[in-house]
């Protein structure tokens, strides 16, 4: 049995990343090219943004790595960073308390925001990106020798609220108008299921005659120590529950996955003891959410410079700033500047906005676990850029402690364990293109049923 060389796309809020599997056993890479340095080296992620210059017909329009390039102050630029909130709201609006299969996605009950883009615009936006994402990846991949987008299938993880929304139709439409040829079996993945898989697969894509290779494919995670224990003696798990939960920069998004140790191809619309095998919690509360947070508590002399930081096609710059603001809890001083973002009293309110943000995150995590009556969790899975925060990842673990967790994959640079944790680091690509790696895995057309969509 053969399968299409697959494409997975992480459509991000902040970057896009954008993952490849050549063939059903073939290890899936990462798409990187030296002209994206906006990650510390690894040169995956992909600007998630537009610039239009000028108005009217005249108008000149910039997407994903050309839209960088467009100086931030430049007369006449209208900026489209968070296109993806907009697009995406009506699901968020619509969806709320919407039972889909076996599993219900959990939806914000915070305000709406009024939405800073018209539909024309957005429509623009959104088809403009990804008909300049597929002439990005075909020169990609052909410098790789790969076969190009249209030979390819392509899947798309999207926050979870949007599955079988309207949002959802639109974006595939557009993807089919710009060229992709969108998987038949599941061509969109919850970002927290795609994301788990992509950090137990590492990119293994193990198959055997046709058939999926677990052992291979899952190769090394406490999840095959489970399958075994079952196999060996009788009294082994009979389900191993795992935690995936996702903070980028417009979600957090989570799942829990309770995967069947004898069969783990098994449906996951299935329950287990009346315990739903898979449940998402998608909540549009991400870093740019933090991000204003701190803003309204700066000096008003320092608001201009960290919108600069901001709003500017500096990423280096702008990871400083997070780092020290959010990661080491530090000033920082802007370059070329003369006053220190985050001194004194404004550091401490900083301070108390990240705690804030981390035990909200917490909270949400506890009200989701509670909803489905989860009393037990194996692993956790704590990825995407939010997830850096040391606060931010301690509190949602300190929650999954409390239900049997002793073990979780954090980002790396998350800082030294704690002694009573026994967290496990996931290298920058992991925690950057894990949901686009675990969306190209074979995993997802070799148990087809896994989703029962």
């Known amino acids: ?131 300049w994402l597929r002439l990005f990846l075909d020169d990609r991949l052909a410098e790789r020798s790969l076969p190009a987008v249209r030979d390819c299938i392509t899947r798309i993880a999207i926050p979870a609220f949007a599955i079988d929304s309207e949002p959802e139709s639109r974006l595939l439409a557009i993807m089919g108008e710009a060229g992709f040829r969108t998987a038949y079996s599941q061509p969109t993945l919850p970002e927290p299921l795609a994301n788990a898989i992509g950090i137990f697969t590492s990119g293994r894509n193990g198959t055997a005659q046709g058939e999926l290779d677990h052992a291979a494919l899952f190769e090394g995670t406490r999840m095959v120590e489970a399958m075994r224990a079952r196999a060996l003696h009788r009294s082994g798990p009979l389900t191993f529950w795992t935690l995936a939960a996702d903070l980028g920069a417009y979600t ?9 140790t004898s069969d783990p191809s098994r449906s996951l619309m299935d329950t287990y003891y009346g315990k739903e095998r898979f449940a998402l ?27 600069a930081i901001i709003r500017g096609s ?39 906005e990240v705690d804030q ?49 002793t073990h979780a994959y954090v980002p790396a640079r998350a800082g030294d364990q704690p002694p009573h944790h026994i967290y496990t680091p996931l290298s920058g690509l992991q925690v950057r293109a894990g949901t686009a790696t675990g969306g190209a895995s074979v995993f997802f057309e070799m148990a087809p049923e896994i989703l029962n969509r």
């Open 1 to 131: 049995m053969t399968y299409d060389p697959c494409l997975s796309i992480d459509f991000g809020n902040a970057f896009t990343k954008v993952a490849v599997r050549p063939a059903a056993p073939s290890q899936t890479t990462a798409v990187s090219h030296p002209d994206l340095q906006f990650d510390r080296g690894l040169n995956v992620c992909i600007p998630t943004m537009a610039v239009k210059v000028g108005t009217g017909g005249i108008a000149q329009w910039y997407f994903g790595a050309d839209a960088m390039d467009v100086p931030f102050n430049r007369p006449g630029c209208h900026f489209f960073h968070d296109w993806k909130h907009d697009f995406f709201q009506p699901a968020e609006r619509n969806n709320e308390g919407v039972v889909i299969g076996a599993a219900t996605w959990v939806t914000h009950s915070a305000q709406v925001r009024s939405s800073a883009i018209s539909p024309d615009e957005l429509d623009r936006v959104a088809r403009g990106f990804f008909e």
């Open 252 to 260: 957090l998004d989570m799942a829990v996955i309770g995967f069947s």
């Open 281 to 307: 919690c998608s909540e549009p509360l991400g870093i740019s959410d933090l991000t204003q947070r701190i803003r309204a508590v700066l000096e008003p002399a320092n608001r201009s410079a960290f919108d």
């Open 314 to 352: 500096d990423p280096g710059e702008l990871h400083l700033l997070q780092d020290n603001l959010f990661h080491w809890r530090r000033p920082y001083l802007p370059r070329g500047g003369s006053q220190a973002i985050g001194e004194g009293r404004e550091g401490e309110r900083i301070h108390h």
């Open 357 to 405: 943000f981390a035990e909200e995150a917490g909270a949400i995590l506890r009200h989701f676990l509670k909803r489905y009556q989860y009393n037990r969790i194996d692993e956790v899975v704590l990825t995407g850029g939010g997830m850096y925060i040391p606060a931010m990842r301690d509190s949602l673990f300190r929650v999954t402690e409390k239900l049997g967790a």
